[in-house]
């Protein structure tokens, strides 16, 4: 690999690029380091640079006009091309999905429904990289859409085991910082718009456009754009996809191509009417929560729209299983109230799950929210968590979620600001495990329990530490099983 061909531009000496790395402290003699200053903008580049010099850097590359490097205009897009130099092969059909809430749910079940109808799959994302067994040691990669240096070498390994599908979650991040630009994507998928990542984004219609990018940008002209036609917020990447030839498979509601119509919601699933260019076809699903369906919806479409057998994932909806810590329920026992442990870390997720739990509460009973907010992460979502709890649930728990290096009881009283805004109380605890403890407590057997925020997550973190922490298992624990 020439060194001017990943760059893009000529360069006066040219040679033979052997490794390239984004992080100094990972740097070999010989490798060419490369920065992103998007990544950390405060990040002093001139430190970066003479640190990778002295660790033998073959020649430093950065978007920032510093003494000693070469000057790109994007950077991400130099790892990008470089990573599909590196690592050219990919199972046959990528598949994409991006959106505020809902990605890990979608290639979830995309994979569990490709595998069920015989097909070798396998996806990317927040659980880590997931293959046809899920019982064997799952690969954590760090990130919702890992860079180009990890997402490269793990489609080669993923191809070479002869996965015939791949689903990646796609982060707005991922987008902008150009992580993904390398995949070859059969078909892509957009959930929804909500707030979130202004700190990293700046503000909305910044956000939008990096959802957007997928489409306008990363997906081929012959790709498949599958679009929730429920979200009014699709309706800028359906307009786009179009001018570019792409085409568009709309999926959710009744005015879709492909439906996922609920009949039926209980605490034991979703009775839903599917259809695709045929009569409906009647399936139960064991899922909580009526947004499931949109999910599956996405997910059915990426699969169709890719070249996968109607007939055969539809038959396979039956079968497939809740993604861990994604409206997850927790066994109780009748006299005790149900429990559901969620991810749902951001404003419309976690209205979301409420809503959808609400139908669940039984006769006079009350459904019960434990929830905090991330340190060092969007602010302003705070109190507008904290008035969706109030205003939808019946009773608000304010905990903490991972404080990180901020105060937690800061973060607290901006939630419970958004409580008593949306005309509640909420009971403060600085202690998670009491905060569920209390809820489980407090409720009887036709209560409902939502614990929100972690979901899967199986550490909490305070300052630079992890701690270990289960919401599901100090659930279990709780409620005694």
Same mark, same amino acid.
């Given at each position: ?16 690029? *052997? ?15 490369? @920065? ?32 000693? %490097? ?9 790892? $990008?091309?470089? %990573?599909?130099?590196? @690592? ?16 890990? $749910? ?16 396998? $996806? ?57 630009? +390398? ?32 489409? +306008? ?25 179009? /001018? ?20 039926? %919601?209980?605490?034991?699933?979703? /009775? ?37 057998? @109607? ?20 066994? $109780? ?19 979301? *799950? ?62 419970? +600001?958004?409580?008593? *805004? ?37 550490? /909490? ?21």
């Amino acid at each position: 690999m020439k060194f001017s061909d990943i760059l893009g531009q000529p360069v006066e000496a040219d040679f033979d690029v *052997a490794n390239m790395c984004d992080d100094t402290r990972k740097l070999a003699a010989g490798d060419v380091f490369v @920065w992103d200053s998007r990544v950390a903008p405060k990040q002093d580049v001139v430190a970066l640079v003479a640190d990778a010099k002295a660790r033998g850097a073959a020649a430093v590359v950065t978007d920032v006009a510093v003494e000693g %490097a070469i000057q790109v205009a994007n950077a991400g897009e130099v790892l $990008s091309r470089y %990573a599909a130099l590196r @690592w050219p092969e990919q199972p046959p059909v990528m598949l994409g999905v991006t959106g505020t809430s809902g990605k890990t $749910s979608v290639v979830w079940f995309g994979r569990q429904l490709a595998q069920l109808s015989g097909v070798n799959a396998a $996806s990317v994302g927040t659980l880590g990289v997931m293959r046809k067994d899920e019982d064997v040691e799952t690969e954590y990669t760090g990130f919702t859409s890992p860079t180009a240096l990890k997402t490269g070498p793990i489609l080669q390994a993923l191809a070479r085991e002869k996965v015939q599908t791949c689903l990646l979650e796609v982060s707005s991040h991922a987008l902008v910082l150009n992580r993904v630009d +390398a995949v070859k994507f059969k078909a892509a998928g957009l959930t929804n718009i909500t707030q979130d990542h202004l700190d990293f984004h700046g503000d909305l219609a910044e956000y939008h456009a990096a959802k957007l990018r997928l489409f +306008a940008e990363v997906l081929p002209e012959d790709g498949t754009a599958v679009l929730n036609i429920g979200r009014m917020e699709t309706l800028p990447a359906a307009s786009v996809a179009k /001018q570019r030839g792409c085409r568009v498979l709309s999926v959710g509601t009744a005015n879709a191509e492909l439906v996922a119509e609920v009949v039926e %919601a209980n605490g034991r699933g979703l /009775q839903l009417n599917l259809k695709y260019d045929a009569v409906p076809v009647p399936v139960h699903v064991p899922l909580i929560g009526t947004f499931q369906a949109e999910n599956l919806a996405v997910a059915l479409g990426l699969l169709v729209g890719s070249g996968h057998d @109607w007939k055969k994932v539809s038959g396979a909806v039956s079968r497939m299983t809740a993604v861990p810590g994604r409206m997850e329920v927790v066994k $109780s026992a009748p006299t005790q109230p149900s429990v559901v442990v969620d991810y749902a870390h951001k404003p419309d997720a976690l209205q979301r *799950a409420l809503e959808s739990l609400r139908p669940v509460v039984k006769g006079n009973g009350k459904l019960r929210v434990v929830f905090g907010c991330g340190g060092n992460r969007d602010a302003t979502k705070r109190p507008m968590m904290g008035k969706i709890a109030a205003q939808l649930a019946d009773v608000v728990y304010v905990t903490d979620d991972n404080p990180r290096k901020e105060n937690a009881a800061e973060i607290r009283a901006q939630v419970l +600001a958004g409580v008593t *805004a949306g005309g509640a109380k909420g009971l403060e605890f600085d202690d998670r495990k009491a905060a569920i403890a209390a809820a489980i407590a407090d409720g009887g057997p036709e209560d409902v329990v939502l614990i929100a925020g972690k979901g899967h997550e199986s550490g /909490q973190i305070v300052g630079d530490e992890v701690h270990p922490f289960d919401d599901r298992v100090v659930a279990r624990e709780v409620l005694g099983g």
